[in-house]
């Protein structure tokens, strides 16, 4: 039974009501629960409600030796899963103090970054369907597709992928995968300005996103907000350039930001980190180092005791992997930071006294996927 | 066989000439339009589909041609619920109100040079006068339903289709004052060297942008905006009831690119092929424009929309008109 | 290893912390075994001047959590220095089984729903909360899911499942 802080709007006469923007609805992409108080159209308060798809990984870390959780972090948030399926790996790694061999990190960078460009893909999208527009929906749909049978042929799946190992990755990338990579590059930088064309130039796409939600730099600091919606807000902060990890020092790319803070201004830096992923995917590619694919690492990993945090990017933002271990094969705690639980929160601040259709475009534009703000 | 022929000479000899024609005319309409528009959709999900380079359905008929038969036939066998809250009253006789109206636009469009049920010296202000009803309808469908959604869907349409009669009625007066009559027929006859199109571009584009918004259709749809209000006034409508307001959509269209035709691009005129042919190629023109913008753009947001309604498209047509008379009576 | 900015800044948060909190164990840590550069140990108290120590600073909170040492909780959090030197500072607060921390919402916003999701773990009350209900477990939950005598774990029953 959900009990929820309703207003009584009962009465006839009353200005202000509740409108359920509810877990079932064709634009809270994930089932997102916002209870909207409204005066007319315009949002008086915002409350976002989650716990919807809460499937306590949490707990299950406590239940599970380290190898048997391996498939678990992709599924918290399965758009960016071989990023967050890095990341715990590199966790565990970091805790035991194991080393991973070049190639296996070039391995990484590469499919982490097509994994970004397909996450960013939906994102983006998304964003634009809630505006109204479907044709560039299936547009990044098809691109998407592509990246999926790329990565099918390394990973052997397509959405969930358990890929990484403690120490490496679990099977080389063939030559088929270097070349179709190869071939993805130059199409989708063709892409890249057909959706500019196409979107960026809109003017009806411009009115409706510039200085709609605007987020300034103190709030998103204050919220705890990281990623592209940071970015947008005018914080350079990327882990991979704040924190390097795995490869990443050994590549140039840079981080765009942009100092609007609107929504216009969060969907320009998702498109710019979009052809930043493609020249780090260039690069990786040129460079790839011949070697072993995985660290000798034993079979049931037992950490010493001591705890970790591990601070990585996904595409929606920092994630934190904060891991405790009591000396045996079971972590102690695993805790995850996700990014898309501090973002969403910020949305019960910069909603008020936007209209409703503004609230589905803040929301897009946000890029949230709300599995991983309840684990 | 005599008995028949004696039945009708006496219906037709208390009916009149009129009366009969236009109830056969509406008999054969309400049997042809439904299957035009069924037609219509199939259009408008191709033009989607290719649009968005992707094959749409191919399976049920050569290219999906039946597809949408069989979504009729499905619809019809839905079951009609009815919220329990709901005021039942309006509930029922929304998709009705919203439907009849659409058919009596018909009568004045004049097809070809002889397809014409009737020739009312007042058919334009007839056609606007009877689609304007679907206001009332989509009132009552939103609020009827007691659903939150519905009615905010409700409310918007409310404000944009009053917003948007006014530039769609000053670019037509601005046709009318050219030909000094409000007829149909008589307005097609004067576009014989040029089409008015030509005299009048300004116009055009403003009933264009004004029927797309009196239709409910993108850039303008946050009535039934799916993104954000799951699906309007019409949210809680099952079954035929549903088709009823999907129908309703469609024919208005018709009849908004229909008047679009005969006011500016000549109707049914065009060499060699006979009027009707032309008729339905420039009305299928208008209406694959309005399908590309629907598939291209976002949507409008609803404040954007009245300031553009009020502050732009309305002194726009009423200079447009302003500027007609001054030439009329100057040259 | 930490450049002389950051060197800079640690030698100035270290100081500046134990002297807002005269009983705290600060230690400096090794970056890259686990992940932040300074650790400070508190028991009971002192977190809120901790926070507003390192907000003065420049950090942000970044993570709040919390261990259920069967005996005891800690309270967990970690803050960041986002915008010049990428400096990690954990906090740690060991609470007795019944404790109610003061929160620190007020100092930072993100604590709100940080401090809701432990409180739904956990079932450690926060002083001073805006909004201490559910978020994740249904509203009506009477049980706190994470604690270690909360379903099957080690410490209840034995795992069936486990290859040990």
Known sequence: ?375 | ?331 | MPTPGQKRLLADVKSSLSRAIGEAQIEERDYRRTGCHLEVRLEGTGMRRAARCLKEKGFHLEMVTALDLIEAFELVYTYFNYQDQNLRVLVRVRLAREAKPYSVSEIFPSAIWLEREVYDFFGIRFKEHPNLTRIINPDDADYFPLLKTFGKTKFTAEIDDVLC
């Open chain 2, 1 to 331: 066989m005599s008995q028949l022929i004696q039945l009708w000479n006496t219906v037709y000899a208390f009916l009149g000439h009129d009366v009969t024609a236009g109830v056969i005319g509406l008999l054969i309409l309400l049997a042809f339009i439904p299957l035009h528009v069924v037609f219509l959709v199939w259009f408008e999900m191709k033009v989607c589909a290719h649009i968005q380079l992707r094959p749409a359905f191919m399976e049920v008929g050569p290219h999906g041609i039946l597809q949408n038969l069989a979504d009729g036939i499905k619809m019809i066998g839905k079951d009609l619920i009815t919220p329990k809250l709901a005021d039942k009253f309006l509930y029922f006789i929304a998709p009705i109100v919203i439907f009849i109206p659409a058919f009596v636009g018909y009568i004045v469009i004049p097809f070809s040079p002889n397809l014409l049920i009737k020739d009312i010296n007042v058919g334009v202000l007839l056609i606007f006068a009877f689609s304007s009803l679907t206001v009332l309808s989509v009132l009552m469908a939103g609020w009827s339903s007691n659903n939150k959604y519905s009615l905010i869907g409700a409310v918007r349409s409310v404000a944009q289709n009053v917003a948007y009669e006014l530039p769609l009625l000053l670019s037509t007066m601005s046709v009318v004052i050219m030909t000094n009559s409000f007829s149909m027929r008589e307005i097609i006859e004067a576009q014989s060297p040029v089409w008015f199109v030509v005299y009048q571009p300004v116009a055009f584009i403003l009933f264009l942008i004004s029927t797309t918004a009196e239709n409910n259709r993108a850039p303008f749809d946050l009535v039934e905006a799916e993104s954000e209000l799951v699906s309007g006034f019409h949210t809680e409508y099952t079954g035929m009831r549903f088709g009823l307001f999907f129908l309703a959509e469609y024919t208005n269209m018709v009849i908004a690119a229909s008047m679009a035709t005969a006011l500016f691009l000549g109707g049914w005129r065009g060499p060699f092929l006979p009027g009707i042919v032309w008729f339905f190629i420039k009305v299928y023109f208008l209406i694959f424009v309005v399908y590309w913008i629907r598939w291209t753009f976002p949507r409008i947001r609803f404040d954007q929309l009245m300031n553009f309604a009020w502050k732009v498209m309305i002194p726009v047509a009423l200079l447009n008109l302003i500027v007609t008379a001054v030439v009329l009576k100057v040259l």
């Open chain 1, 1 to 375: 039974m959900l009990t929820i802080k309703t207003i009584d709007d009962s009465n006839i006469h009353q200005r202000v009501y509740q409108l359920n923007l509810g877990p079932q609805h064709p634009s809270t992409h994930g089932v997102m629960h916002f209870i909207l108080t409204l005066d007319g159209e315009v949002v008086v308060a915002c409350d976002p409600h989650i716990g919807y798809s809460h499937r306590g990984h949490e707990k299950m870390a406590e239940n599970r030796t380290y190898e048997q959780y391996l498939p678990n972090p992709t599924r918290m948030d399965y758009l960016s899963g071989l990023i967050f399926n890095y990341g715990y790996c590199q966790a565990v790694e970091k805790l035991c103090g194991i080393e991973v061999p070049k190639r296996a990190e070039y391995i990484r960078v590469i499919t982490s970054e097509l994994n970004r460009i397909a996450s960013h893909m939906i994102g983006i999208m998304d964003f634009v369907m809630g505006l109204g527009a479907i044709t560039p929906f299936v547009y990044g749909w098809d691109d998407r597709e592509q990246i999926l049978d790329l990565l099918e042929m390394v990973c052997g799946s397509r959405l969930t992928y358990s890929y990484g190992r403690f120490g490496g990755v679990r099977n080389d990338i063939t030559q088929e995968f270097y070349d179709g990579t190869r071939r993805f590059i130059d199409r989708m930088r063709k892409r890249l300005k057909d959706y500019h064309d196409l979107i960026t130039g809109n003017i009806i796409f411009i009115k409706r996103s510039e200085n709609v939600g605007v987020l300034s730099k103190e709030t998103a600091l204050e919220y705890g907000v990281t990623g592209p919606t940071l970015r947008g807000s005018g914080v350079p902060y990327d882990v991979r350039k704040n924190e390097p990890y795995s490869a990443y020092p050994e590549f140039e790319f840079e981080i765009p930001t942009r100092e609007e803070g609107d929504c216009l201004a969060r969907y320009l830096v998702r498109m710019a980190e979009l052809e930043q992923s493609l020249n780090i995917i260039e690069q990786a590619l040129d460079r790839l180092p011949p070697g072993p694919i995985r660290a000798d690492v034993p079979r049931f990993i037992t950490p010493p005791p001591g705890e970790v945090y591990f601070s990585f990017e996904s595409a929606r933002g920092a994630v934190g992997f904060y891991i405790v271990s009591d000396g045996s094969r079971i972590p102690y705690r695993i805790k995850v930071r996700s990014p898309s639980f501090s973002n969403v929160f910020v949305m019960s601040k910069i909603c008020p006294g936007h209209f409703l259709a503004d609230v589905i475009a803040i929301f897009g534009s946000i890029d949230v996927t709300v599995p991983e703000i309840d684990r």
